[in-house]
């Protein structure tokens, strides 16, 4: 009986709980004027109180949910606000039966602060019904994404920027520019923000930024994922008719808007090029997933409070067509899951098309070289008294400069666990085998490659990478991986395993101990077995004695020759410069 009186009395004091806090939701007074509103458009919020900002908004509208949902390397936690206007649930798998998901990416660089505040005023007017209620689309944020670089707070360190008063800094807690790590996930904010991509899966993610590029009319310019690289329907929507709608709409705000300006130290009207978003960057990341990504950049010179009503404006309208167009854009995402198979030619690395280009008329101000009275030399000068708007030539087609055949699968041995563990970060299918097996494969030797001569976020990068491939006969271990290429994942595996790709892990030095030889020799012992290996096979000495006649460098290199010998000696190490992951070729 006492029992049942103390689970009755827990009841009732849960239930009063519960209660009284409903209550609180409906009486308590809140003030969402943003810090930027408050300061009359001259700060930004700090990370505490940006995340402050949207528990608030979570107690008094039930539409919105905060989650803390992964770490960082400021060892404060990345979290994810989402916003359903039905108030019913943040389950994404069954949010995306029925809507289209928008994920907006905010403070990748902090002192890039407009998104942070936009979004924030952005959330709060819809919930607060300023804005047209939202039937099919829900909205995903990251509210400061770097959050390290946040925390590290200045007013110096933009030198081009006009405000905010104070802002982040563009390097996180470990100094990374976390706009270069979403394919080496050096850090745990990268590692994070792929959990959280593959949770949410969104069909269209918005990245905001502040541009350092020229000096022009226009506060806001935008950059879409290169359409060419995209391909497909997907890529055709993104180039045909979601952009022109984006500029239409911010037209018809007055907001003009234009191409992200891809020069330095020059003026514009002499033509630019679309930034190519290799994999490294956020919208290529997400690219390879078929999500239509693009970035916002406003322009550094223009006051903060401009540029972040722009950025609220620009928004906007990317929520307007994604609600407009969410039927269309689920389709084409369908079917462009099914545009890569087996067998086809996968597009690896791109160049500028010049046969075919786009003309802006471009809104700039004249520019000249003058001489610098710091340095003496000619330095370029904008003089903005003198506005104009002139044609100029905008390169926005790219074509593949080479391709590579879809394997069947790749086989990667189970040694490999930074690449197998980055693989199942990113919803990869992988397979273990079950017994040791052999396989004939396609086998890459590295070629040729070259190496940067400058640290670049925490790795020497290869580049200029060439393979020689054969087919082998390969053994493999019970608990090495088999990892199809018929899955969602297909262009992440061709991106990052094929090693001539921009941006592989290869080139990002994943497999840099196949780059070193482990065993050598002696040359007081190796000079009698190469004579006897050159004694043994007259097809090698008439090739040592062509080499000798015809390269000199090698002739005058005594140790280069016994290197050569040693190389085509059964004595060469068959690791080294042997790329570990095979190709599993489809049956003919």
């Known amino acids: 009986m006492k029992k049942i009186f103390l689970l009755l009395l827990i009841f009732t004091a849960c239930k009063d709980n519960t209660e009284k806090t409903d209550v609180e939701r ?6 969402f004027t943003t810090q930027f509103e408050k300061s009359n458009g001259t700060e930004t919020a700090t990370y505490h109180e940006t995340i402050q900002y949207y528990k608030d908004l ?14 960082t390397d400021s060892g404060e936690p990345l979290h994810i606000v989402t916003l359903n206007m039905d108030g019913t649930t943040d389950d994404f798998e069954s949010l995306r039966e029925n809507n289209r998901i928008l994920l907006i990416n905010n403070g ?3 002192g890039e602060s407009d998104g942070i505040d936009a979004t924030m005023m952005l959330y709060r007017d819809l919930v607060e019904g300023k804005i047209k209620t939202l039937k099919s689309t829900v ?20 030198t081009n920027q006009n405000g905010p008063k104070s802002y982040g800094f563009r390097g996180n807690a470990r100094n990374y520019d976390l706009n270069r790590d979403f394919i080496k996930s050096d ?17 269209v993610f918005i990245d905001n930024h502040v541009s350092n590029g020229a000096d022009y009319q226009y506060a806001l310019t935008h950059l879409f994922t290169q359409h060419n690289k995209l391909g497909g329907g997907l890529g055709n929507y993104l180039h045909n008719e979601m952009m022109p709608q984006l500029e239409q709409k911010l037209e018809a705000k007055d907001w003009d808007i234009t191409p992200y300006v891809n020069v330095f130290n020059r003026t514009p009207e002499s033509g630019f090029s679309q930034f190519m978003d290799s994999p490294r960057y956020s919208t290529g990341y997400t690219t390879l997933f078929n999500t239509l990504g693009m970035m916002v950049e406003t322009h550094m010179l223009k006051p903060y409070k401009q540029r972040v009503e722009g950025t609220y404006q620009l928004m906007k309208s990317m929520v307007e067509i ?3 167009q969410g039927d269309k854009i689920a389709s084409l995402r369908k079917d462009q899951a099914n545009s890569w198979v087996v067998g086809d030619h996968y597009p690896l690395n791109w160049t500028v098309d010049s046969t075919k280009t786009s003309i802006l008329q471009f809104k700039g101000f004249e520019g000249e070289m003058i001489a610098s009275e710091i340095t003496g030399a000619k330095r370029l000068k904008y003089d903005k008294s003198k506005p104009f708007t002139k044609e100029v030539t905008y390169q926005n087609y790219f074509k593949a ?10 086989v990667i041995p189970q040694g490999w666990h930074n690449v197998i563990d980055l693989l199942k970060l990113n919803n990869i299918e992988l397979t273990k085998i079950k017994n040791d097996t052999t396989f004939t494969v396609e086998s890459y030797k590295i070629g040729a490659y070259q190496t940067r001569a400058t640290a670049y976020e925490g790795h020497y990068s290869h580049y200029n990478t060439s393979v020689n491939s054969s087919k082998e006969k390969v053994s493999f271990r019970k608990g090495d991986y088999m990892v199809s290429t018929d899955q969602k994942g297909i262009r992440y595996l061709l991106e990052t395993l094929e090693p001539t790709a921009p941006d592989s892990f290869f080139n990002w030095n ?6 070193q030889q482990k065993e050598g020799f002696s040359p007081y012992v190796w000079e009698d077995k190469a004579q006897e290996l050159l004694n043994a096979s007259p097809k090698l000495q008439m090739e040592y004695n062509v080499k000798i006649s015809y390269d000199e460098e090698f002739a005058n290199n005594w140790y280069a020759q016994l290197d050569w010998l040693h190389k085509q000696s059964s004595h060469y190490e068959k690791a080294h410069l042997q790329y570990p992951v095979y190709r599993l070729l489809k049956a003919k």
């Open 401 to 410: 400069t080479d391709s590579v055949a879809i394997p069947k699968a790749y």
């Open 26 to 31: 409906n009486t308590k007074s809140y003030d």
């Open 108 to 110: 990748i660089h902090p």
């Open 510 to 515: 994943f497999f840099d101990t196949i780059l």
């Open 139 to 158: 909205l995903v944020t990251i509210p400061i994404y770097n959050v390290g670089g946040s925390i590290n707070r200045n007013s110096t360190t933009r």
């Open 58 to 71: 979570t107690e008094k509208y039930s539409e919105i949910s905060i989650k803390a949902i992964g770490e």
């Open 322 to 324: 994604t609600e407009e």
């Open 187 to 203: 850090t745990k904010n990268a590692k994070t923000f792929a959990h959280i991509f593959h949770l949410v899966q969104p069909d």
